[in-house]
C-alpha cells in the first residue's frame, strides 16, 4: 500500500482531481475510451467539482460509473447518482458516457444483469477511485453482507448486496473489478479513518473489506 499524506483535505482533493485526469489523458493517449469509477458518499463531492472542469480531457471517449450505489430512487439524497449527476457529469465532464449502476426497480436483482452488461463493456477500468467507511468497507462490499464471499472472491462484476451496517439494499462492482483498475485510489479524511485503515492492514478482507484492495492501492489522507 502506498499512502499519501496532505496538509489538508483541499489540498488533497486538488492532488486528486490533477491526479485522475493525468492518468485518463495518458489512458486515451494510447488507447481510444478510458474508464472512471467513482464513490459516492459525503467524501468525493470537492474532487468532483474540480475535474470537471478539466477541459484537457476528451470527456466524449471517456466511460464513467460509480463503484457502488444504494437501492434508492435517483431523486434521494442518498443516491450516488444524483451525486455524480449534480457535480461530476457537468461543465467539460458532461460529454461523458455515463455507465449507470441504477435502474428503476424494487430490488437491484431485477436490473442486476443488465446493468453488469453495462459495466463490462468499459473494463478493465483506467482509474477507480475509492472511498472507505469507519467500518471498513469499500465501494459497497460490506463487512458481514449477505454477498460479501462473491463479492470478494467471484468471478462477476456486480454484486447486489445486503447488509447490517447499510439501511438500503446496494449494487457494487466486485472486488475483482476494483483490484484490475490499471490506477486505483483511496481517499480517506479523518483520524477514525485513518485508525480504520491500520486495523484493516491486520485483517483479512472478509473482516475489512478494503483490505482486498490494499495492496495495489494509493491511500489518499488528510487529518481535515
Ligand atoms: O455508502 C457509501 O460509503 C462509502 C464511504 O462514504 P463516506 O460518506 O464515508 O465518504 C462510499 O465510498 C460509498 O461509495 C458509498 O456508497
Not at 496532505?6 to 486538488?14: A, I, L, Q, T
Not at 470527456?59 to 461530476?88: A, F, G, H, I, Q
Not at 467539460?92 to 441504477?102: E, I, K, Q, S, W
Amino acid at each position: 500500500m502506498d499512502l499519501k499524506e496532505y496538509p489538508d483535505s483541499e489540498m488533497m482533493m486538488m492532488h486528486l482531481a490533477d491526479r485522475i485526469a493525468g492518468e485518463l489523458e495518458n489512458v486515451l493517449f494510447h488507447n481510444d475510451r478510458a474508464a472512471l469509477a467513482v464513490p459516492g458518499g459525503t467524501t468525493p463531492g470537492p474532487i468532483f467539482d474540480s475535474l470537471c472542469g478539466a477541459g484537457h480531457i476528451d470527456w466524449s471517449r471517456v466511460d464513467v460509473m460509480l463503484t457502488d450505489e444504494r437501492w434508492v430512487p435517483e431523486t434521494s439524497d442518498r443516491s450516488n447518482t444524483k451525486l455524480l449527476r449534480e457535480r461530476l457529469l457537468v461543465e467539460h465532464a458532461a460529454a461523458a458516457n455515463y455507465v449507470p449502476l441504477h435502474a428503476p426497480a424494487d430490488a437491484p436483482e431485477d436490473k442486476l444483469d443488465q446493468l453488469a452488461q453495462g459495466v463490462e463493456a468499459c473494463l478493465p477500468l483506467s482509474v477507480c477511485l475509492l472511498g472507505m467507511g469507519t467500518d471498513m468497507h469499500t465501494a459497497s462490499i460490506f463487512p458481514g453482507a449477505d454477498q460479501l464471499e462473491a463479492a470478494l472472491n467471484g468471478d462477476g462484476v456486480l454484486y447486489a448486496m445486503r447488509a447490517p451496517g447499510a439501511p438500503e439494499p446496494r449494487i457494487t462492482l466486485s472486488a475483482r473489478v476494483l483490484r484490475d483498475a490499471m490506477n486505483c485510489h483511496v481517499v480517506i479524511i479523518g483520524h477514525e479513518k485513518r485508525e480504520a485503515l491500520e486495523r484493516a492492514r491486520n485483517l483479512s478482507p472478509e473482516e475489512a473489506p478494503i483490505a482486498a484492495i490494499l495492496p495495489g492501492a494509493t491511500v489518499h489522507w488528510a487529518e481535515s
